[in-house]
């Protein structure tokens, strides 16, 4: 997920009246909410595609949950102390207790790769004990209905907090409402899978290996349906609003046709470029598509539309 979704999602918790069992409380949550995506410095030191092998990976991974928390907790006692020293600790900040924040750091870690896990990019719950990629193919990587609830959620406890009113029970409530949120995307997501695959099978006669949920940006009651199987790949949107999950298929959007993973120029590429070898270690769906300025390159299916432009995609020739 975006950011801003992780930095919400850590103050929702704290609105539960977590934020309380240690001074710092609440900026540790937000920052830990986000600490594992210090893997985008990776940025510097690779080059081109190679950060696809690279992101939602080590920083991500059981490892990094443990000790990305042990850090942030150091840092915020060390904090804590420096502006007791300086004389600009606030009054009233609660007492920074060691335990309690660790626990809290370890909570907003946690959280991050739990919602990473949700869109379709893929993260590496593993690593570095496994390089398998999780996916939840349920919720688009920015959900504007997600920060809308989270949002109005976060401003509705703050004001029965100022109030003096039961704002923990708010802070519950929200957070109650985010997970029915996602478990109901979750629920379309698997059903809409499994019709699509017996759609493919009954309209094309292939039995897919693999089908995709790509959610919506903004109509959550979408899913563009990406199958392939049999050395051919196709696509499909399904509309989910005229009814909890009807047979409801628009027009296709591209029939069946070659995945092109037979061509050895792949493997060829593949051995001489780290950026190849990086793609397909990230690449869950990838196709080999000539593109209309005469390249030859590798795409992922997730993110083939011409919206992606060269993101996502390494040149075989």
């Known amino acids: 997920m975006d ?3 992780h930095s919400l999602i850590g103050a929702a918790i704290g609105q539960t009246g977590l934020k309380r069992l240690s001074g710092l409380g609440m900026p540790t949550l937000v920052i830990a909410a986000n600490i594992p995506d210090i893997d985008t410095a990776c940025f510097f030191w690779l ?3 190679e950060h696809l092998g690279f992101r939602r990976g080590i920083t991500h991974g059981p490892i990094a949950m443990l000790l990305l928390p042990l850090l942030l907790t150091a840092i915020m006692i060390v904090f804590d102390r420096w502006q007791e020293r300086r004389g ?9 207790r060691p335990v309690q924040l660790y626990l809290l750091a370890f909570i ?7 919602f990473d896990w949700l869109n379709n990019y893929g993260i590496r719950l593993l690593e570095p004990f496994s390089h398998r990629w999780f996916y939840g193919d349920s919720i688009f990587i920015i959900d504007v209905w997600m920060w809308s609830l989270l949002i109005g959620g976060y401003i509705w406890t703050r004001i029965g907090e100022s109030r003096g009113r039961n704002w923990t029970r708010r802070g519950q409530i929200i957070l109650t409402a985010l997970a029915l949120y996602v478990f109901a995307n979750g629920a379309a997501t698997g059903v809409a899978e499994a019709r ?4 493919v099978k009954a309209n094309y006669g292939i ?7 790509s959610p919506a940006p903004l109509a959550f009651w979408q899913r563009e349906m990406l199958w392939r199987g049999e050395g051919q790949y196709g ?3 399904v509309n989910l609003s005229g009814g909890i999950l009807p047979d409801l298929f628009e027009p296709s959007i591209n029939a069946p046709q070659p995945n092109g993973l037979n061509d050895p120029r792949i493997a060829e590429a ?6 190849v070898r990086a793609f397909l270690f990230w690449a869950r769906m990838p196709i080999l598509v000539r593109e209309p300025d005469g390249r030859l390159v590798l795409r992922d299916q997730r993110f083939a539309n011409p919206q992606a432009g060269d993101r996502f995609l390494v040149v075989v020739e």
Not at 108 to 114: D, E, K, N
């Open 207 to 213: 039995a897919p290996e693999l089908v995709v949920a």
């Open 47 to 49: 080059e081109g595609q």
């Open 270 to 275: 593949a051995h001489r470029s780290s950026e």
């Open 235 to 237: 696509s499909r949107i």
């Open 108 to 114: 907003g870690c946690l959280s991050h790769p739990a």
């Open 88 to 96: 600009m600790r606030p009054s009233s900040r609660l007492p920074v």
């Open 3 to 5: 950011n801003l979704t």
């Open 196 to 199: 699509t695959a017996a759609w």
